[in-house]
């Protein structure tokens, strides 16, 4: 199962071009582990619901849309209860950690572990990892290293869903994988449930890796948050849904500013980092945005087709206009145009330059310089407050299914995977480690042309690269399923192809770009393939699965 020290992914094949990316299994690497019956069994709540556990082979599809002749594809397994257990209950000493930006949701997803634990499955040890109760606030990663934790009973956490943000703190940075692991292993933990984005994701992906060198028999189940909707594979981040609903009341309020003043402008913006996720659902439910801009639609300013162009024609035919902007658009100009900042918070995550002040000072500069006409621009920033409030009702719903499924996962054995939502159906994702074992240069490093032949055939452990650098030799390969790259939004996809008939706003792109874009994404030129925007009716469509057999790089 090893090489060099990191765990191959765990691929089943079937008939059809079926393959299950399965999550790893204590079994693994600890033999002869005693099984127990699942306690619900004998929960009235539960035993009456017919095949309350999931079958052993149940898995969901990655891709539902398909073809006659389509392979069957990527499949993950199906999470929920299991008939037998790998922990008794009194055994279990649980913790839960939230890294990274706060996300609507965070409490309940809490709140549900705890619940799950305590109520379905007797467990009545649950920490959490916290030091915010000291002066120094320290909650996420850091928080392993610090001696404070605090009990998670049903009754601390009783009403902490209606509360924004998280009970028990969190950070960036600080990740250090052996202090994490010594840590966890000096307080007898054996659950250990990591709540956060991306970054937090790998974070836990090389704590399981330790932790399964070590040899201990303690779980490593992460649970995806993201406001900004950027992780792949999942149907959409819990806390998504409020945040879109929220950022409503900023871009009403730009509305009503806009409309009650002549030659009126209501800019807002919001997040959206590197995914413009939250700017395009807020434009589509809104209805009243004629301009949507977002880090994957590049545009321009000044000239035929630019923004400033589309501004005047929107006033003078409506005397008013409303733009939303999301936080990673734009980047480049800004830095065209002022002096760049290159920094970076503790995570190493680019701290960006604010887009808002910067295009509302442009709007204005340009048309006081081109005495065209005056203008009345209201700039509205709810960056934070859409992050803040407490999850809605549906995101509470998603948390408890979320929660109470990677608890299952936990008490069936199963480790190294993050709980997702994949075709409206709850699953269990292997987090894989990102790394390419080049065989030719014996290095754990990944070999870029690997990776290449990996976007090809991305389901199987070894590919044989017929490219020049690694001359044909045989490659093992994995893949971080939930981190591998950035969930974004497709601009040939027909989502953004709605936003821009509902909003008319000009696309900012000649067709010779959308053919470049094409030859880039689809046709997979140099970039990597892109996958169908998330979210999307017309998402998961079945791809074409070569058989395992050579695949040219070249
Ligand atoms: N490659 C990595 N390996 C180990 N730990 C990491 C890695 N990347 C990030 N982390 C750790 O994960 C934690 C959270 O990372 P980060 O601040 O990037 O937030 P995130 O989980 O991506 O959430 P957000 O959605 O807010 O960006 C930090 O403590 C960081 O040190
Ligand atoms: O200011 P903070 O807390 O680092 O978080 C800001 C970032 O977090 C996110 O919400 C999620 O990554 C981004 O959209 C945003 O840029
Ligand atoms: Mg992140």
Redesign the pocket.
């Known amino acids: 199962m090893e090489s060099n020290g990191v765990s191959k992914p765990k691929i089943v094949s079937g008939g059809f071009g079926y393959v299950l990316e399965d999550v790893p299994h204590f079994t693994d690497y600890i033999p002869d582990l005693p099984t127990y019956s699942n306690p619900l069994q004998d929960n009235p709540a539960f035993s009456v619901v017919k095949q309350y556990f999931v079958h052993v082979d149940d898995s969901v599809p990655q891709k539902i849309v398909v073809h006659k002749d389509s392979p069957r594809g990527i499949h993950f397994r199906r999470a929920g209860p299991r008939q037998k257990v790998y922990f008794e209950s009194d055994e279990v000493h649980a913790c839960i950690v939230t ?3 706060l ?1 609507p949701g965070l409490n309940t997803v809490i709140r549900e572990i705890v619940y799950s634990l305590y109520y379905m499955y007797g467990v009545k040890r649950v920490l959490g990892i916290d030091v915010t109760v000291l002066l120094f606030h320290q909650g ?3 928080g392993f290293y610090a001696r404070n934790t605090i009990a998670l009973t049903p009754k601390v956490v009783n009403d902490i869903h209606k509360r924004g943000g998280t009970i028990l703190g969190t ?5 250090d ?1 052996s202090k994490i692991v010594d840590s966890i292993q000096d307080r007898g933990i054996n659950q250990v449930y990591i709540i ?8 836990a992906s ?1 704590i399981f890796e330790e932790i399964r060198r070590r040899g201990l028999k303690v779980v490593v189940a992460g649970i995806p ?4 909707n950027d992780i792949p594979v999942i149907d959409k981040s819990f806390g998504f849904d409020t945040a879109v609903e929220e950022a409503q009341r900023a871009i009403n309020a730009a509305h009503v500013e806009a409309e009650s003043i002549e030659n009126g402008i209501g800019l807002v913006k919001l997040m959206g980092r590197y995914s413009g996720f939250i700017a395009m659902y807020a434009t589509l439910a809104s209805r009243d945005v004629d301009c949507c801009l977002i880090p994957e639609s590049p545009f321009y300013l000044e000239g035929e087709g630019g923004l400033f162009e589309y501004i005047e024609k929107q006033l003078k035919e409506n005397g008013h206009m409303v733009i939303v902007i999301a936080e990673g658009a734009g980047q480049e100009l800004l830095s065209e145009s002022m002096q760049s900042m290159n920094q970076q ?5 680019k701290l960006l330059q604010d887009v808002g002040l910067w295009i509302s000072q442009n709007i204005k500069d340009y048309f006081s310089k081109q005495k065209k006409m005056t203008i009345n621009l209201k700039y509205i920033d709810p960056t934070y407050m859409i992050r803040a409030v407490p999850s809605n009702a549906s995101d509470n719903v998603y948390c408890t299914l979320l929660a109470q499924s990677v608890v299952h996962g936990a008490m069936a054995g199963y480790t190294g995977f993050t709980s997702g939502l994949v075709n409206g159906r709850q699953t269990y994702i292997p987090f894989y480690v990102s790394i390419t074992y080049d065989s030719f240069h014996n290095t754990p490093k990944p070999c870029r042309y690997a990776e290449h032949a990996l976007k090809v055939c991305v389901s199987f452990t070894q590919v044989k690269c017929e490219c020049s650098i690694t001359r044909g030799l045989l490659l093992d390969v994995g893949l971080q399923r939930i981190t591998e790259k950035q969930n974004k939004v497709v601009i040939t996809d027909r989502m953004w192809a709605r936003l821009l008939s509902s909003t008319n706003q000009p696309s900012f792109i000649s067709d010779k770009d959308v053919i470049e874009y094409k030859k880039e994404y689809i046709s997979g030129g140099k970039k990597e393939e892109e996958p169908a925007t998330q979210l999307l009716d017309d998402a998961n469509c079945a791809d074409v699965v070569l058989e395992n057999k050579e695949v040219s790089c070249m």
Do not use: F, L
Not at 171 to 175: D, E, I, L, N, P
Not at 197 to 203: A, E, F, I, M, V
């Open positions: 890294c990274g930006g996300c996420g990663y850091r950070s960036r940075g600080g990740h994988t956060g984005g991306d970054g937090t994701q790998k974070g090389v948050k993201t406001i900004d918070d503790a995570s190493g995550n």
